[in-house]
């Protein structure tokens, strides 16, 4: 981020000649990662009857949806209809009971958080959040 930045390789104030930046990708992924954040933790945190589709569709809305045109919105959240129940998506994650998935991902959500919040911060520095 601060080679790119000191070497005027990212444009942070219009698209330009720099659109392909690794800033801009390392954004898309840095807003990515929010969203799986917050869905694993509705995961983790959701009863057994719970909507997989409704946790994600959530998830997605607090998240990516901000940055998402509408064509790209709606063919998402039509995706999201199509996950399974939580009981079988956790069965698909292979890792064990619904107990030990619950526990890994109680250990596993708080360090997406911390990960997401260095870059986070990273960005706020260099003014790159609202990147183009």
Not at 73 to 83: G, Q
């Amino acid at each position: 981020v601060k080679y790119e930045v000191d070497h005027k390789l990212v444009d942070v104030k219009k698209r330009g000649d720099h659109w392909d930046s690794g800033c801009r990708t390392l954004l898309r992924l840095h807003r990515a990662l929010r969203w799986l954040q917050l869905f694993l933790e509705k995961l983790r945190v959701a009863s057994d009857d719970s909507n997989t589709s409704a946790l994600c569709t959530e998830a997605y809305n607090d998240s990516l949806a901000n940055y998402h045109p509408w064509i790209v919105r709606k063919p998402a959240v039509l995706a999201f209809h199509f996950l399974p129940g939580r009981a079988d998506f956790f069965e698909i994650m292979n890792m064990g009971t619904t107990e030990n998935v619950v526990e890994t991902l109680g250990e596993a959500v708080p360090l997406i958080s911390k990960a997401y919040d260095i870059t986070q911060d990273l960005y706020a520095q260099h003014g790159l959040l609202d990147l183009p």
